[in-house]
């Protein structure tokens, strides 16, 4: 295994040093500063060439192999911190800043939401059987009190006994089981308002958003905020009788309601619901402190840090897709997570079982949902932010070709250009060089002025 790390340096000099002969190492720099920090880019064949609307003239053109790269490199956008660090970060900033504008306004949301009733509340799963833990009463039930990094947190006490099967078919059913309670929620603040569901509906509408969370012993749990408006979202101000706390009763009434019918298995028949742990605290004004008040700002940031993590994070299992259950034996994982995995692989060999698709999200422990999701009014959209970006980007660029004259004079004003591009997939990845470069001018968190 050390071979390939003792290569690494003498291979990305070869590389630097042919680069350097053909005079492509200033324009290789620029291509790789343009990933953001990307270890992983995409790599694209093809051209890309702009063309004036009004009198046809050629612009621009690009193809890609006359890049420095050979190729167009574009950035992986995983959201895994564990894949790709400087993607994860920005999918992370992105979900704080939507998360954020469905709390106080901004991004096309209007600042009178940040007076409409919302709470941040905290799902979680069922017990499958009793695991190391850190209670508040110090020790656990195996007469240790553990640190807060011990390796055996979360994990079962007698792994023989602890129920693998409804784990990995509780994470496979956690998205139907929020599905079903977000149309239970609907019903129940309509019947504390006293109104029918189609009367609600004219005067009243819930909006969320969520994030999945891993909990140690490898059950997904969800954090939403929740918002009560006016029927057309945030655009208008909800009605009278809407408060915190009388979100916060339908919430604990929906999550008691909601269930999920999951499928039998010899003699046994499953069904699935939420613990009885829930976790329901007003959004107001305080400082996020370990009290019983929450911030916008607090909020928004907590939801964003568990947008980039995945079941490998806090578990210990793995990041990517397994194609060999033999592969398990030659991977550093908990035995804990091995053992899910397990099942998961099993149980996706039911036919019953087919439409899960366990077997290709065993390395997620069964559960397959998206991790952030949010109703259409609750605020912008992870797609309208990067479209921004991007429009700031190429607004960047074309400023600087226009400062080098790379734009005829006659057309500087223009903002509109027509666009013909085709582009396919080459591949992945850098080469020992380009990573050598890449990891050498990646920005840092504070040239990228990260505030979040």
Same mark, same amino acid.
């Given at each position: 295994m050390t071979a390939p790390a003792v290569e690494t340096a003498p291979r990305a000099l070869r590389d630097l040093a042919d680069l350097a002969e053909l005079g492509h190492l200033p324009g290789l720099i620029r291509q790789l500063k343009g990933l953001g920090g990307c270890t992983n880019p995409v790599r694209l064949d093809g051209y890309r060439t702009e063309i004036h609307p009004g009198t046809g003239e050629l612009l621009s053109e690009t193809h890609g192999h006359e890049l420095p790269a050979g190729n167009l490199l574009v950035r992986c956008n995983n959201r895994r911190a564990t894949r790709c660090a400087a993607c994860a970060e920005t999918y992370r900033r992105d979900t704080y800043q939507l998360i &954020?504008?469905?709390? %106080?306004?901004? %991004?096309? =949301? /209007?600042?009178?939401?940040? =007076?409409?009733? #919302?709470?941040?509340?905290?799902?979680?799963? /069922?017990?499958?059987?009793?695991?190391?833990?850190?209670? &508040? *009463?110090? #020790?656990?039930?195996?007469? =240790?009190?553990? /640190? *807060?990094?011990? &390796?055996?947190?979360?994990? /079962?006490l007698d792994p023989d006994t602890y129920d693998y099967e409804a784990a990995v078919l509780w994470n496979a059913h956690a998205s139907k089981i929020w599905a079903r309670f977000t149309i239970y929620l609907r019903r129940e603040v309509a019947k504390r308002a006293g109104l029918s569901r189609r009367a609600f509906a004219e005067c009243a509408r819930v909006s969320f958003a969520k994030v999945a969370e891993y909990q140690r012993r490898g059950a997904v749990h969800f954090h939403a905020v929740i918002r009560l408006d006016g029927p057309d979202g945030g655009d208008t101000p909800p009605p009278n009788w809407a408060s915190a706390e009388l979100l916060a009763d339908a919430i604990r009434a929906a999550a008691r309601a909601a269930e999920a019918p999951g499928p039998q298995l010899g003699n046994r028949l499953h069904s699935f619901a939420f613990g009885t742990q829930l976790d329901i605290r007003p959004i107001r004004s305080a400082d996020f402190d370990g009290g019983t008040e929450l911030t916008d700002r607090a909020v928004a940031a907590y939801i964003a840090k568990y947008a980039t993590k995945g079941a490998e994070t806090t578990t210990g299992t793995l990041d990517r897709p397994l194609k060999f259950l033999a592969e398990l034996a030659q991977l550093r994982i908990s035995e804990h997570a091995r053992r899910l995995i397990r099942m998961a692989w099993y149980l996706g060999a039911r036919p019953e079982l087919e439409e899960l698709r366990l077997r290709q999200w065993a390395h997620m422990l069964g559960f397959r949902g998206h991790f952030s999701t949010k109703t259409r009014r609750y605020s912008t959209t992870l797609g309208a932010l990067r479209q921004a970006r991007a429009d700031w980007q190429r607004k960047q660029a074309l400023n600087a070709q226009r400062e080098h004259g790379a734009v005829p004079a006659e057309f500087a004003a223009e903002e509109t250009t027509l666009v013909i591009a085709h582009w396919t997939y080459a591949g992945v990845g850098l080469s020992r060089g380009e990573e050598w470069l890449a990891a050498a001018h990646a920005p840092t968190r504070v040239q990228e002025g990260v505030a979040a």
């Open positions: &954020t504008a469905g709390l %106080k306004g901004g %991004k096309g =949301t /209007p600042e009178r939401v940040a =007076t409409h009733p #919302r709470v941040f509340a905290t799902f979680t799963a /069922p017990s499958f059987g009793p695991v190391h833990n850190r209670p &508040t *009463s110090g #020790r656990c039930r195996c007469g =240790t009190q553990h /640190p *807060s990094d011990a &390796t055996e947190l979360g994990t /079962p």
